[in-house]
């Protein structure tokens, strides 16, 4: 097989398997509950398994070679589980949560986001105030919003504030398929959230954090004000602003869509690619340095502390660190002049990675990163030496085409089962923006450390230009018939399976083994039978769906793949609607083909909504009409009073739904109620939402 198929790179990759045991380690020690594995209780036993290992190595006269892997691979999952557990805030006796206070000090852990009405940033809690106040140290996350009362105050990554401690656990994802949030701020040590006015806040210190991110955010507001003053078109402001710093809080959503649905969000998030490229431009510029005496060890730190300064600047998100432990370790193989193994470099700068942010590992743009240069390691070299073209230039369009194809297969079964969509011009949209977005990180890397005026404001339309032609290009993609496919119901055991499937024809195409083609083969019919089989079974689906917008409803009617929406809010674009109901919608049908109807309901009354033969009344107060005999669910909802009669002699034994509008108190109320008429309910307050079908 030819030489730089990297997959079959000769030579022991340990980084590979060290990472794979790590990590197992990580996710087995994050399905277990916290409170039932104690640090010292890891720490003994990793500590006993290392020692039994260097016994077994190195004391034993016999030979014990063939219990060393299993000792490391117990070594590895206890030490993947022992640096989780020491990760993990609820696991330490300081945690917030196990004392009692009414006040909280702690820092801005993060560049806070602004909007219209509120900030919002986490929050490090480094002590909490008694009722005597008396002040002791404390540990935790909270995500704060902070409620504006004017445009005075402005808030800094490290600023130490002082407010009252009234956290509340952050919601679940109640509906089918929609954003965890929760679980989202959980993957970053975050269970909590507080809502305060800015009247109850008092800060402390100013810009307490670290030093070095401190100062880089600093320097990275400086030069994005910089780019304020030379870019006068607010897109071209936001495009070059998140591309070259990864700057995107005056990002639009609008905007941010388009290149969702083009399959090319990936420039805007500071990459690898980004990385590359201030290396390739710092290390052509200084080979000079190489024909010097001790020039080249020169430009290995002029460049290594270049790439980290940069890393540092864009907020070091996970594909950045990537890139920079990677680089790293690429320029130390090259003074060293060591051959280096991709893969094993690729998986060496993950454990790393992991050793100090553990939970990490959930995240999906980690993940994604990942994936997305172990295709570019494994998959692209096939396709570039399998498909020989001679012609220089067509052979540049042929290896990105396979690039773009490579990143994108590996990538698929994550953005199908997290994003239930698929950019279906990908290659078009990443061959159209490739060498323009290059060129515009160019030109902004020029401006931002340019200090003449006259070259800025020529740099600047120069941004704005190519701006311009990126988007009308993206636009023009996105308007394309079936640009995406969404409400792709993905579920894990597809995710398992597709990668499978990839891993196994890639293993066989690169040793031309027909037994690892044919096991794919077979995998791939088993993808294709499951997930068409949930296709029929969505498309077949004739029913009720109660979702929980918490106070307010949303009542959907199925009918083989017809859909009528009812709701007490605007329209369909409302928040609630979009992005609690859309993601399991769109599973039946197009969000454009759903008939959706607002409905007013006063105090003390009732609706009955009807659809595809279904009936739900909405009871609202503690008015029951006389016409409920046909109808297939009751809500209640905004019972306050407690004094809902629920003896509807009118009404069929169908089941009863308590919504969110209700009070705790008469939640409790209803179901005792319930509970002596002997019929059944559903409590939706605080709950997953309901699914009720009919048999045809």
Request: with cysteine; proline share 3%; net charge positive.
């Amino acid at each position: 097989m030819v030489k730089d198929v990297i997959v079959l790179e000769k030579g022991r990759m340990p980084f590979v398997r060290i990472f794979l045991y790590f990590a197992l380690g990580i996710a087995v020690r994050s399905c277990l509950p916290v409170s039932l594995l104690s640090n010292e209780f890891f720490f003994i036993v990793v500590l006993l398994a290392v020692s039994v290992f260097l016994y077994l190595n190195f004391l034993c006269k016999s030979d014990m070679s063939r219990w060393s892997s299993l000792l490391v691979f117990i070594i590895l999952v206890l030490l993947g589980g022992l640096v989780h557990q020491f990760n993990e805030p609820r696991s330490s006796n300081n945690y917030y949560q196990y004392q009692s206070g009414v006040y909280l000090i702690g820092k801005i852990a993060d560049e806070p986001i602004e909007n219209d009405k509120n900030w919002r940033f986490p929050f490090q809690i480094d002590y909490i105030i008694d009722s005597l106040l008396e002040m002791k140290p404390a540990e935790g996350r909270v995500m704060l919003t902070i409620k504006k009362t004017s445009d005075v105050n402005h808030y800094f990554y490290g600023d130490q504030l002082l407010i009252p401690n009234r956290t509340t656990t952050v919601s679940k994802a109640y509906n089918p398929k929609q954003f965890d949030y929760a679980q989202y701020l959980e993957n970053k040590n975050i269970y909590h959230q507080a809502y305060v006015e800015e009247e109850n806040i008092s800060l402390l210190y100013a810009r307490k954090g670290n030093v070095i991110i401190s100062k880089a955010l600093q320097f990275r507001e400086n030069l994005v004000d910089k780019f304020k003053g030379f870019i006068a078109d607010s897109t071209a402001l936001q495009v070059s602003s998140a591309l070259i710093f990864g700057y995107r809080q005056d990002f639009s959503p609008d905007l941010l869509d388009a290149f969702v649905k083009t399959g090319t969000v990936h420039v805007l998030s500071v990459s690898g690619l980004h990385v590359g490229i201030v290396f390739f431009l710092l290390n052509s510029l200084l080979r000079y340095l190489d024909r010097y005496r001790n020039g080249r060890l020169v430009r290995l730190y002029i460049v290594l502390f270049a790439v980290w300064v940069y890393v540092v600047l864009t907020g070091m998100a996970p594909a950045i660190l990537r890139a920079g432990i990677m680089i790293s370790f690429f320029l130390v193989a090259e003074l060293s002049g060591r051959k280096q193994n991709n893969l094993n470099t690729l998986f060496s700068s993950a454990f790393f990675i992991l050793l100090i942010n553990p939970k990490l590992l959930f995240d999906v743009g980690f993940q994604l990163s990942y994936t997305a240069v172990l295709g570019l390691f494994t998959m692209y070299p096939l396709l570039n030496t399998t498909f020989v073209v001679k012609h220089k230039l067509v052979n540049k369009i042929k290896q990105y085409i396979f690039i773009s194809i490579a990143a994108q297969l590996f990538t698929a079964p994550l953005v199908l089962y997290y994003f239930n969509q698929f950019p279906n011009y990908f290659l078009l949209g990443n061959l159209f923006i490739a060498i323009p977005s290059t060129l515009l990180m160019y030109v902004g890397i020029v401006l931002a450390f340019s200090p003449f005026h006259f070259l800025n404001k020529f740099l600047g339309a120069v941004i704005e230009y190519l701006n311009e032609f990126i988007l009308s290009g993206l636009y023009s993609v996105e308007r394309l018939p079936y640009a995406v496919v969404s409400g792709v119901d993905f579920s894990i055991l597809h995710v398992c399976l597709l990668y499978s499937i990839i891993v196994f024809v890639t293993l066989g195409w690169n040793k031309r083994v027909g037994l690892k083609i044919m096991l794919s083969l077979l995998l791939l019919i088993i993808l294709v039978t499951t997930f068409y089989l949930n296709v029929f079974r969505l498309s077949t689906f004739h029913g009720i769906k109660i979702y929980n917008i918490n106070n307010d409803f949303a009542i959907a009617f199925f009918k083989r793949g017809k859909v009528s929406l009812f709701s007490n809010v605007e329209s369909l674009q409302h928040s609630k609607i979009k992005y609690n109901t859309w993601p399991d919608i769109e599973r039946y049908t197009t969000i454009n083909s759903v008939k959706f109807e607002k409905v007013k309901i006063t105090a003390d009354s009732t609706a009955v909504l009807k659809g595809y033969g279904l009936q739900v009344a909405i009871i609202h107060g503690e008015y029951v009409p006389p016409d409920l005999e046909d109808c297939d669910l009751i809500l209640f909802r905004q019972n306050v009073k407690g004094r809902q009669n629920l003896n509807l002699q009118e009404a069929p034994n169908v089941p009863y739904i308590f919504d969110g509008s209700n009070t705790e108190k008469n939640v409790n109320q209803l179901i005792q109620q319930a509970d002596s008429l002997k019929r059944s309910y559903y409590i939706l307050k605080d709950n997953f939402s309901y699914v009720w079908s009919k048999q045809d």
